[in-house]
């Protein structure tokens, strides 16, 4: 049985300190983190806890823009910048990489209900046999307007625990909600499907 939790108004903080549990307790492994103006924040808030021993830890990106890593769109470029100081790796996604299990998986959610490059009119399927997957959004994001690579369905589920970050966002609240009552078929809902088959709990910061 899946289990959803769902934190009200919590800060960037208290987010940190959630993650910084999680990670304390597993020691090392491999996560997945979004892009976006959210997690930067919150990872500068764990990083300054001092609570994780980052060598311990592979961190790959969601998904990302199809530019190079000096690029202002790269998330992989801002993560490393980011997290390789603090001894971190920092795996790019690449054709042609191959994902591991993730200790968790961490993702924010557009208020279209996409998730990672993810976006409704790729049609993500939850049996893809592809890990990552090239594609172009459309409508190309007027402040990224960028080919994007992504980790599909998949490979984000393939986590012990998964956690959406929401921002605070009404509308992305109502879309989540929707999504996991089975009510739309959005990509969150797709990926909270097969999340509730595999009995992976899921945590959501409103």
Same mark, same amino acid.
């Given at each position: 049985?899946?289990?959803?939790?769902?934190?009200?108004?919590?800060?960037?903080?208290?987010?940190?300190?959630?993650?910084?549990?999680?990670?304390? =307790?597993?020691?090392?492994?491999?996560?997945?983190?979004?892009?976006?103006?959210?997690?930067?924040?919150?990872?500068?808030?764990?990083?300054?806890?001092?609570? $994780?021993?980052?060598?311990?830890?592979?961190?790959? &990106?969601?998904?990302?823009? $199809? #530019?190079?890593?000096? @690029?202002?769109?790269?998330?992989?470029?801002? $993560?490393?910048?980011?997290?390789?100081?603090?001894?971190?790796?920092?795996?790019?996604?690449?054709?042609?990489? #191959? &994902? &591991? /299990?993730?200790?968790?998986?961490?993702?924010?959610?557009?208020?279209?209900? /996409?998730?990672?490059?993810?976006? *409704?009119?790729?049609? *993500?399927?939850?049996?893809?046999?592809? #890990?990552?997957?090239?594609?172009?959004?459309?409508?190309?994001? =007027? /402040?990224? &307007?960028?080919?994007?690579?992504?980790?599909?369905?998949?490979?984000?589920?393939?986590?012990?625990?998964? #956690?959406?970050?929401?921002?605070?966002?009404?509308?992305?609240?109502?879309?989540?909600?929707?999504?996991?009552?089975?009510?739309?078929?959005?990509?969150?809902?797709?990926?909270?499907?097969?999340?509730?088959? @595999?009995? $992976?709990?899921?945590?959501?910061?409103?």
């Amino acid at each position: 049985m899946q289990e959803i939790t769902i934190i009200e108004g919590a800060d960037q903080r208290a987010i940190a300190d959630w993650l910084a549990e999680r990670l304390a =307790a597993a020691g090392s492994g491999a996560i997945t983190i979004p892009g976006g103006s959210t997690p930067f924040p919150i990872l500068a808030a764990l990083i300054e806890s001092g609570r $994780i021993d980052w060598s311990g830890w592979q961190v790959w &990106p969601n998904d990302d823009r $199809i #530019v190079p890593e000096d @690029h202002e769109a790269s998330n992989t470029g801002k $993560i490393r910048a980011l997290l390789a100081p603090e001894g971190a790796r920092i795996a790019a996604l690449t054709e042609g990489a #191959v &994902p &591991p /299990h993730f200790a968790l998986t961490w993702l924010g959610m557009g208020p279209d209900g /996409h998730i990672a490059s993810l976006f *409704p009119n790729t049609d *993500p399927k939850v049996d893809d046999p592809q #890990v990552l997957r090239r594609l172009t959004p459309d409508p190309l994001p =007027a /402040h990224a &307007p960028f080919d994007r690579i992504t980790l599909t369905i998949p490979a984000l589920a393939d986590s012990d625990e998964i #956690v959406f970050t929401l921002g605070g966002a009404a509308d992305k609240r109502d879309v989540f909600d929707a999504a996991a009552r089975g009510a739309n078929d959005l990509p969150v809902a797709r990926l909270l499907g097969m999340a509730r088959r @595999h009995g $992976i709990p899921v945590t959501v910061f409103t």
